[in-house]
């Protein structure tokens, strides 16, 4: 039985869209090929996008099973039910239990409800899955945890994801040495509010504790590497990790989402300008060739010309490297979504100009590159610094080998390595 996943959204999303489709290879044959649309609903865009999808497959594979699935059919599965173009509306729970696959797709048609979505608020469990398990990768991604107990104004995730959750410890290592085993150099650990990690757990043990101990009992796992974290919540054991563990990779990519203190408290996020930029300052005392990535929306509610320049100044103030820059998108059922608008144009606008500040800032840091000595981890066409920049390779080498390479230039994008 063919089976296909078309992803949206997040590298957690991508983790589990992997997991789905074992799931669905290994529930036996169903006939009609079958696509998995793995939705993400963090902005109104990417919630069309899914749609848009969604009725390509029908035209291109009029006789598919198309099964829907991820965080925006969960917080909308009335939405994708009513498309025509759907075979089946799952959970973001249900997605994962492979039960479910099982009855979906079963030689003898099984028995599956159309819509089967549960209340997400009531799942207190995870269980660590890796992503690309059954195949050799360069890179492979664990789920450490899931959900989120945070309200931001503009998010509707935590309604998708369900509350926060952790993978207890010994079964991530367990995870991280079977994707080593499976010739991953390099894994990443992910998850929805990965700072979060552990405040379910006995003891409750940080994500610090987490990254020594997988560092400690994973002694021939090359890179270890850390998804998108809430720098107001990073424990002092991660930061000392950082400092002290050479195979901890110096990239962090920050969830700071504006520098305006007033549209930081309208957000209701839990940190402030200052905050911020102290955080970059000592992550950067303590590793020197830390890189920064960050999350930044433009034009939130409220936010005026002024509000908006303290965003651009940021990333000097930060020394941010990678912008993710979202257009504010008002969700429905958020508080964000009833307060004054800022018109989409001047949001559009705002984006534009914080993402060619971006560029800038990539720029002057590939600049700073050339000439260097970098150790690269090589995958299909290209390769990555340990500060996850990508290279262009002079030659060929090795899939998932680490070599080293000396830059010779840059296209403003990536490096060029000699």
Not at 55 to 83: K, N, S, W, Y
């Amino acid at each position: 039985m063919a089976v296909e996943v078309v992803t949206f959204g997040c590298r957690l999303n991508a983790a589990e869209s992997d997991a789905m489709k074992r799931h669905a290879a290994a529930a036996g044959e169903a006939g009609a090929p079958v696509f998995i649309v793995n939705t993400c609903a963090v902005t109104q865009e990417a919630a069309r996008q899914a749609r848009q999808a969604i009725r390509r497959l029908r035209r291109e594979h009029p006789d598919a099973r198309i099964v829907v699935t991820g965080c925006a059919a969960q917080v909308e599965p009335q939405a994708f039910a009513a498309m025509p173009e759907v075979s089946h509306v799952l959970g973001n729970a249900e997605k994962m239990r492979g039960e479910t696959w099982r009855s979906l797709l079963a030689p003898d048609g099984g028995f599956t409800p159309r819509t089967l979505v549960g209340d997400i608020m009531t799942v207190r469990e995870i269980a660590p899955h890796l992503a690309d398990g059954h195949a050799v990768k360069a890179r492979a991604f664990v789920q450490v945890q899931n959900g989120c107990d945070h309200r931001c104004t503009f998010c509707i995730i935590p309604f998708g994801r369900g509350p926060s959750r952790s993978a207890p410890m010994g079964l991530v290592i367990d995870e991280v040495r079977r994707a080593t085993a499976l010739g991953a150099a390099e894994v990443v650990l992910s998850g929805v509010d990965i700072t979060s990690y552990g405040d379910d757990l006995p003891g409750r043990p940080r994500l610090g504790t987490l990254v020594r101990q997988v560092l400690k009992h994973v002694p021939e796992l090359p890179r270890l590497r850390i998804s998108s974290i809430d720098s107001v919540e990073a424990d002092p054991e991660l930061l000392r990790a950082l400092a002290e563990e050479p195979r901890l990779m110096p990239h962090l990519h920050l969830s700071l989402q504006a520098g305006d203190d007033l549209i930081l408290k309208r957000m209701k996020r839990r940190h402030s300008r200052a905050d911020a930029i102290a955080f970059c300052a000592e992550a950067r005392r303590l590793r020197p060739d830390v890189v920064f990535g960050a999350d930044i929306i433009a034009g939130f509610p409220t936010e005026t010309e002024e509000m908006f320049r303290r965003s651009l100044d940021l990333v000097d103030e930060c020394g941010l490297t990678h912008l993710h820059v979202f257009p504010f998108s008002p969700r429905p059922g958020t508080p964000a979504a009833r307060m004054p608008q800022v018109d989409p144009a001047v949001a559009k606008d705002r984006a534009r100009r914080l993402r060619e500040r971006g560029a800038d800032a990539l720029r002057q840091y590939l600049d700073g590159e050339v000439g260097q000595r970098r150790r690269v981890l090589v995958e299909r066409k290209q390769g990555r610094t340990e500060a996850f920049t990508p290279v262009r390779l002079a030659r060929p080498a090795a899939y998932g080998s680490i070599i080293e390479v000396e830059i010779a230039g840059h296209d403003g994008r990536m490096l060029v390595a000699a």
